[in-house]
Structure formats: C-alpha cells, structure tokens
C-alpha cells in the first residue's frame, strides 16, 4: 500500500495488482476440462469403430396354414440346416415359438411336433429343446413358428454418426489438420464383422488339424529317393484358352 502526498489517502494498486496476479497463477493450474478434443478421438478407424464378440442369435421362421399340419420340402430343409448349425456354433438351447389362440395353432402345434421330431433326427437332444408360446396382437393374423438359439458373433457400429461438420469450418481441428471424419470406415467395420464365420478367429487362431497321411508318406518317399516332391497336373496346359505369350 501507498500513501498520496496530497490527500494523505492510501493506495491499493498494488494490492489489486498483485490479487490479479495470484488468480491468474492459480488459474492456470486448472487442466481438467469436460470438453471434446480431437485428440480423444482416434484417427485409426478400427479403433474408432472396434469389432465386439458378443452373443448374438440366429433364427429362422416357419410359416404353417390353417389346415396343414405338416412341414414343406423347403421347410425341412430350413429345420435341418438350423439343427446344423446350432451342432457348430450354438451356446444354448433352440427355442421354438408357437403361436396359441390364433386361427392357425393346431396346425402349429401339430408342426411343432414335426420340428421336435426332426431336431432330434438330426442329433440336437431334447433337453436342448425349449417350447414357448406367445399370443399374437392380431387374432385374424396367420402366426408362424419360430426357432432361434444364441451364437457368438461379431457386430461394429453403429455407424452414421457425425459429431462434427464435414465441411471448412474453422473450428473444426479434425478438418483443419486433413484428419479422417468419424464415421470414416464404419462401414467397412460393420460388413467385415458380418463377414466373419467364426468370431473366435479375431482373438486367436485355430488349432491345427491332423495332416493327410496318404499324401505325406508319398512326399516322404519321393524325398527319401532324391526326387522332386511336388505335384504333377498333366492337364493343366488343357485349360488355356489362347497361346499368346509362346
């Protein structure tokens, strides 16, 4: 603090410069912030847009008529091709859905049994078989029976999401600095996980079959005589079309 000469009053400059002072010191300890940067946004798109293994589920549907009670060829091959399937990637029981108090469900029920029948036929065992039924919105509506059971598979996304603009935007650093947008190779991502037959495959490789016996002790014998090991095809010349290159 100062004192003026003429009023005999004392100052405080000094002392409002120096509470500036300290605010401003203290201020910039602060480095929490809620806000977005583009710098917690990554600019590989496989890791913006991750491939999960998670349980997903897969279903078929069987529509049945009023008056038959019995499966179609196609519809046969439908209950077979599941019961295959679920052999090789099911983690849980088949559930099938039948329909009640609807114009259809005897017949529903009489498929039902068909359907069980055949699972079986086809080694799925019968505690692995779980009969539910549901009620229908619409009592005039011809309902259909369902079977699902859960698998493991591979999902991304969801993709279309633009949290920035696209556009020349100054305040966009993501743009400012030629980085890829967000939604960039989402897409890729989503139709690679639906590509995937075996989800397992993206956290470890399979393990190795046996070898062809016959096969490797041919090879073995031609290796013990000092002779080439590899294949002849005497047809293989059979399949060109042109004899341009000679």
Same mark, same amino acid.
């Given at each position: 603090?100062?004192?003026?000469?003429?009023? #005999?009053?004392?100052?405080?400059?000094? !002392?409002? +410069?120096?509470?500036?002072?300290?605010?401003?010191?203290?201020? #910039?300890?602060?480095?929490?912030?809620?806000?977005?940067?583009? #710098?917690?946004?990554?600019?590989?798109?496989?890791?913006?847009?991750?491939?999960?293994?998670?349980? $997903?589920?897969?279903?078929?549907?069987?529509?049945? $008529?009023?008056?038959?009670?019995?499966?179609? &060829?196609?519809?046969?091959?439908?209950?077979?091709?599941?019961?295959?399937?679920?052999?090789?990637? $099911?983690? +849980?029981?088949?559930?099938?859905?039948?329909?009640? =108090?609807?114009? %259809?469900?005897?017949?529903?029920?009489s498929v039902y049994q068909e359907i069980r029948g055949l699972l079986a036929s086809m080694g799925?065992?019968?505690?692995?078989?779980?009969?539910?039924?549901?009620?229908? =919105?619409?009592?005039?509506? !011809?309902?259909?029976?369902?079977l699902s059971y859960p698998k493991m598979a591979a999902v991304a996304g969801p993709c279309g !999401?633009?949290?920035?603009?696209?556009?020349?935007?100054?305040?966009?650093?993501?743009?400012? &600095?030629?980085?890829?947008?967000? %939604?960039? #190779?989402?897409?890729?991502?989503? %139709?690679?996980?639906?590509?995937? =037959?075996?989800?397992?495959?993206? &956290?470890?490789?399979?393990?190795?079959?046996?070898?062809?016996?016959?096969?490797?002790?041919?090879?073995?014998?031609?290796?013990?005589? $000092?002779?080439?090991?590899?294949?002849a095809y005497p047809d293989t010349d059979k399949a060109k079309l042109s004899d341009a290159g000679?």
């Open positions: 603090m100062t004192r003026n000469k003429q009023t #005999g009053r004392i100052g405080t400059l000094p !002392l409002f +410069g120096a509470l500036v002072i300290t605010a401003i010191t203290l201020g #910039g300890c602060n480095t929490t912030t809620t806000d977005v940067v583009t #710098g917690t946004v990554p600019d590989d798109y496989r890791q913006r847009h991750p491939i999960a293994v998670t349980e $997903g589920e897969q279903s078929i549907v069987v529509f049945v $008529g009023h008056a038959r009670g019995n499966l179609t &060829e196609t519809q046969r091959d439908d209950v077979m091709g599941l019961a295959r399937t679920w052999r090789r990637e $099911g983690t +849980g029981s088949i559930a099938v859905d039948v329909p009640v =108090d609807t114009p %259809n469900s005897r017949a529903a029920q799925v065992p019968a505690h692995a078989i779980t009969r539910r039924t549901y009620h229908t =919105d619409d009592p005039r509506a !011809l309902a259909t029976v369902r !999401l633009w949290p920035a603009d696209l556009g020349p935007n100054l305040y966009d650093p993501a743009y400012n &600095e030629n980085k890829e947008y967000y %939604n960039f #190779g989402c897409a890729t991502q989503r %139709n690679m996980a639906a590509m995937i =037959d075996n989800p397992s495959d993206l &956290e470890q490789p399979r393990s190795e079959t046996a070898p062809y016996a016959p096969r490797r002790a041919i090879a073995f014998e031609k290796y013990r005589k $000092g002779t080439a090991t590899a294949t000679k």
